[in-house]
């Protein structure tokens, strides 16, 4: 089954303790992306790779790292967690050349920094 | 400034009942415009994809619409049920030169009562 698969579900942490979510597709899409959601926002891209070792930044990539150091893995990395990246995480991917095609997304990694 | 804004921002209707979800964008260059189907505490899943010549485009009995000179777009959903209690979500996709980037709005809460 075609997927993007996100761990961890959930995630309790506390602050500036660095924490590491996986994503992984089997689609051998090029392009992947991470996104974060909070209320009364839309989502906001965080960052994204166009294909391997080709990353960069979106529109709110403070306090995240990411690597792509293979076609269906990419990680989100937060090095020293805060309070304000309490957040709904979610992984897409899609075929890059086609800009018209389907993103698909995890099913979502909920963070809680204390 | 590229903005997406949808309206209502929340609905209440009848199962059985029709209903149709509004989307207005200021994005440019206009590349396409998607619609989201997300359930709560779940990833967004495509309904449509409509791309600047398209007028409509269904899934189902979702029916999305596009009016790219007023640079507005409709979801209607016909003979609603219970599933269909939502978040939808209006995308828009604009064109650059490394990857095209996506423009979410905030979506509109459909609930659907018996």
């Known amino acids: 089954e075609a997927q993007v698969t996100q761990n961890p579900r959930y995630l309790i942490t506390v602050t500036g303790k660095k924490l590491t979510v996986t994503c992984s597709q089997n689609m051998n899409h090029e392009y992947m992306s991470w996104y974060r959601q909070d209320p009364g926002l839309g989502l906001r891209q965080i960052y994204y790779s166009m294909n391997v070792e080709v990353t960069d930044k979106g529109d709110v990539p403070e306090g995240y790292k990411v690597s792509r150091k293979e076609k269906r893995n990419f990680p989100l990395i937060l090095e020293s967690p805060s309070p304000n990246q309490t957040s709904l995480y979610f992984c897409a991917s899609r075929h890059y050349r086609a800009p018209n095609e389907k993103l698909f997304f995890g099913s979502g990694t909920q963070l809680s920094v204390l | 400034k590229n903005q997406v804004e949808q309206s209502p921002q929340s609905l209440i209707i009848l199962e059985g009942k029709n209903c149709t979800l509004q989307?207005?964008?200021?994005?440019?260059?206009?590349?396409?415009l998607r619609w989201y189907k997300q359930d709560t505490g779940r990833g967004p899943v495509s309904l449509t994809i409509m791309t600047f010549s398209e007028n409509t485009k269904s899934n189902g009995r979702y029916t999305a619409t596009l009016d790219a000179d007023t640079k507005q777009s409709s979801l209607h959903i016909t003979a609603s049920q219970l599933s269909d209690s939502a978040s939808y979500i209006c995308v828009v996709t604009i064109l650059t030169g490394g990857g095209n980037k996506l423009t979410f709005g905030t979506g509109t809460q459909l609930k659907v009562e018996l």
């Open positions: 989307c207005n964008y200021t994005v440019s260059p206009f590349s396409n």
